[in-house]
């Protein structure tokens, strides 16, 4: 059975950095691209990054491009989202999900983490 | 970019109804479109991928349709587990997500 487990969020000042992480278990994490997409209160999903099977291609949403760093770790099973310099607008739940190419639909997710940008 | 719009935004309906949601995207994605549904508080859960293929284990009420830049999701009878959030999703190119449509009871 595919888990899909998101850490890291938290509280954060504007400005501030994170670092968001994704455990993988159930499926052979290193065959798969990989998606964080995030969900404002009250607001609909927005997708945010993805990153390929090895980590070698990375596409951003314009919202985040240059500020947000996603990788993963194969090894480990892991996937992250290094979020840096952070907007009250970057508050949100971060859900990963597994992909089948950087251009998918996703039929796995974890249950999200919760990101709140605010002094 | 690619912009999605769903509509209606919000869906009034009782158990039993024939519910339609539609979602159109701004250039031809030509069958790359999802369709998830989400309830509150949770993950969205994937009903429906290049149009119109039922995802595994999702009822058969269930169904897609569509190409290019029109497409449509069909709930034949609307059961209670059904109120929900429904979202498109073009995965042509990268991946953009419609507004979304709350189905309620009505």
């Known amino acids: 059975e595919v888990q899909l487990v998101e850490s890291g969020g938290g509280l954060v000042q504007p400005g501030g950095s994170l670092r968001l992480s994704c455990a993988a278990s159930?499926?052979?994490?290193?065959?798969?691209?990989m998606t964080w997409v995030r969900q404002a209160p009250g607001k609909g999903l927005a997708w945010v990054s993805a990153?390929?099977?090895?980590?070698?291609?990375?596409y951003y949403a314009d919202s985040v491009k240059g500020r947000f760093t996603i990788s993963r770790d194969n090894s480990k099973n892991t996937l992250y989202l290094q979020m840096n310099s952070l907007r009250a607008e970057d508050t949100a739940v971060y859900f990963c999900?597994?992909?089948?190419?950087?251009?998918?639909?996703?039929?796995?997710w974890g249950l999200g983490t919760l990101v709140t940008v605010s002094s | 970019d690619i912009q999605m719009t769903q509509s209606p935004s919000t869906l009034s309906a009782s158990v039993g109804d024939r519910v339609t949601i539609t979602c159109r995207a701004s250039?031809?994605?030509?069958?790359?479109l999802a369709w998830y549904q989400q309830k509150p508080g949770k993950a969205p859960k994937l009903l429906i991928y290049k149009a119109s293929t039922l995802e595994s284990g999702v009822p058969s009420r269930f169904s897609g349709s569509g190409s290019g830049t029109e497409f449509t999701l069909t709930i034949s009878s609307l059961q209670p587990d059904d109120f929900a959030t429904y979202y498109c999703q073009q995965y042509n190119s990268y991946s953009t997500f419609g507004q979304g449509t709350k189905v309620e009871i009505k």
């Open positions: 159930g499926f052979t994490f290193s065959n798969y691209a």
């Open positions: 990153i390929s099977a090895s980590g070698g291609s990375t």
């Open positions: 250039q031809s994605i030509i069958n790359w």
């Open positions: 999900a597994k992909a089948y190419g950087l251009g998918s639909y996703y039929a796995s």
